[in-house]
């Protein structure tokens, strides 16, 4: 298995513009989790999906913040617009379960300028 | 918000030296999980942790978890260059939801 793939790699975009990470979870993973890490807050639980449904999105800072599960290997999270603020590296991972660890993309890093 | 404090914030140590890094909550978990994470990377799972006072030996690092299940140590023997890294502990209250901790930021010199 290839294990989480996220893209893009680096994104660079102006405060006021759309921007959409996107995500590929591991197959047979039922849950799908949404992290933003930064040097001030750490690792931050954005949403999380179980079985495409998102269960806790708590940690979504505001309105601004979106995110999506059309099918069990794709998932995309949503700014819109951006701030300089929400510069950040955001993490997708992925889960069996319960208990089960989880299995991290490589991330996505995020500046708005 | 379950709050896991991690000490210290930073360690700088030469190769060949043992180090203890800790993880700690006033929260109970159901299980807890250390990851390290190099940089540009996402963290990679080293070990779960479910029973109160369990220890968990993987090669030179050996995990605790506290007999209350509130708290974890990690020990890292003879300290290598590979070992260098963010090294982050997660605990698990209720469901498959982990709470990060805020991480240990190990360098190991040559």
């Known amino acids: 298995d290839a294990g989480v793939i996220q893209s893009p790699r680096h994104e660079v975009t102006e405060m006021g513009q759309e921007v959409t990470l996107r995500c590929k979870p591991i197959s047979g993973h039922d849950y799908l989790f949404w992290y933003r890490q930064t040097m001030m807050r750490g690792l931050e639980l954005l949403i999380y999906?179980?079985?495409?449904?998102?269960?806790?999105d708590s940690g979504m800072p505001e309105d601004r913040f979106s995110a999506k599960m059309p099918n069990a290997s794709f998932s995309t999270l949503k700014i819109q617009p951006s701030e300089p603020r929400d510069s950040a590296v955001y993490f997708c991972?992925?889960?069996?379960?319960?208990?089960?660890?989880?299995?991290f993309g490589s991330g996505t890093r995020l500046t708005v300028v | 918000t379950q709050l896991l404090e991690q000490s210290p914030q930073f360690l700088s140590i030469q190769e060949g030296e043992n180090l203890t890094v800790y993880c700690n909550s006033s929260?109970?978990?159901?299980?807890l999980q250390w990851y390290r994470q190099e940089p540009g990377e996402g963290p990679v799972l080293l070990v779960t942790?479910?029973?109160?006072?369990e220890v968990k030996k993987l090669k030179r690092l050996t995990f605790q978890f506290g007999d209350a299940r509130k708290d974890s140590s990690l020990h890292i023997t003879a300290a290598q260059p590979g070992d260098t890294g963010l090294y982050l502990c997660a605990g698990a209250n209720t469901g498959n939801q982990f709470y990060f901790g805020t991480g240990t930021s190990l360098t190991v010199i040559p």
């Open positions: 991972a992925s889960s069996l379960g319960t208990g089960f660890g989880y299995t």
């Open positions: 999906f179980n079985n495409n449904v998102p269960i806790d």
């Open positions: 942790v479910v029973t109160g006072g």
């Open positions: 929260s109970v978990f159901s299980s």
